[in-house]
T-cell receptor
Framework: GQQLNQSPQSMFIQEGEDVSMNCTSS?????WLWYKQEPGEGPVLLIA?????ELTSNGRLTAQFGITRKDSFLNISASIPSDVGIYFC?????????????FGKGTKLSVKP | DGGITQSPKYLFRKEGQNVTLSCEQN?????MYWYRQDPGQGLRLIYY???????QKGDIAEGYSVSREKKESFPLTVTSAQKNPTAFYLC??????????????FGPGTRLTVT
């Protein structure tokens, strides 16, 4: 089946640093979504992207829908301790079941105060 | 407040017993989903329903069953046929209609432990 490659798998950064993570696929995607999950909780939707080249911000978070439609990037600026968690990318690909998402395996972010 | 509720938060069962996980939403969403999450893994789709009284198997449906008798509710039964049922189970819903039909919103999850 379809798979998303999300990298890096984990990141250990200092508070105040910027963070960048990405997801790639072998298929063209129609939609890219980014979620954050904290331990023992459900994922929370951060940003949704629907158009190739689209750049969308949510506070200190910025995500982009790659121009090839096969990748997406999430950047977090000036990280703070509460940014800790696992960030998942998800998307729906052309030809997939309507509304169904494929999820990456996540990037675990640790922030040192 | 609109949202998705899952109960209970933690569930313990003996091997060989069926168990039903609850999922309720008051977002007026048409579509609902069940996912399984194992440590270090992404989310894997168990079942989904795009409309009342209809549901489809996901990637790992074996050993699970669902019903969708009401728009607000999508319970998941983990049967004794599921070989490795211990996991974190997540329910989600989405509007089901364009243009935002793919934005899925998740409940808080139920951690099931079977011994």
């Amino acid at each position: 089946g379809q798979q998303l490659n999300q990298s890096p798998q984990s990141m250990f950064i200092q508070e105040g640093e910027d963070v960048s993570m990405n997801c790639t696929s072998s298929s063209i995607f129609n939609t890219w979504l980014w979620y954050k999950q904290e331990p023992g909780e459900g994922p929370v939707l951060l940003i949704a992207l629907y158009k190739a080249g689209e750049l969308t911000s949510n506070g200190r978070l910025t995500a982009q829908f790659g121009i090839t439609r096969k990748d997406s990037f999430l950047n977090i600026s000036a990280s703070i301790p509460s940014d800790v968690g696992i960030y998942f990318c998800a998307g729906s690909y052309y030809g997939g079941s309507q509304g169904n998402l494929i999820f990456g395996k996540g990037t675990k972010l640790s922030v040192k105060p | 407040d609109g949202g998705i509720t899952q109960s209970p938060k933690y569930l313990f069962r003996k091997e060989g017993q069926n168990v039903t996980l609850s999922c309720e939403q008051n977002l007026n969403h048409d579509a609902m989903y069940w996912y399984r999450q194992d440590p270090g893994q992404g989310l894997r789709l168990i079942y989904y329903s795009q409309i009342v009284n209809d549901f489809q198997k996901g990637d790992i449906a074996e050993g699970y069953s669902v019903s969708r008798e009401k728009k607000e509710s999508f319970p998941l039964t983990v049967t004794s046929a599921q070989k490795n049922p211990t996991a974190f189970y997540l329910c989600a819903s989405s509007a089901g209609t364009r243009p935002f039909h793919e934005e899925q919103y998740f409940g808080p999850g139920t951690r099931l432990t079977v011994t």
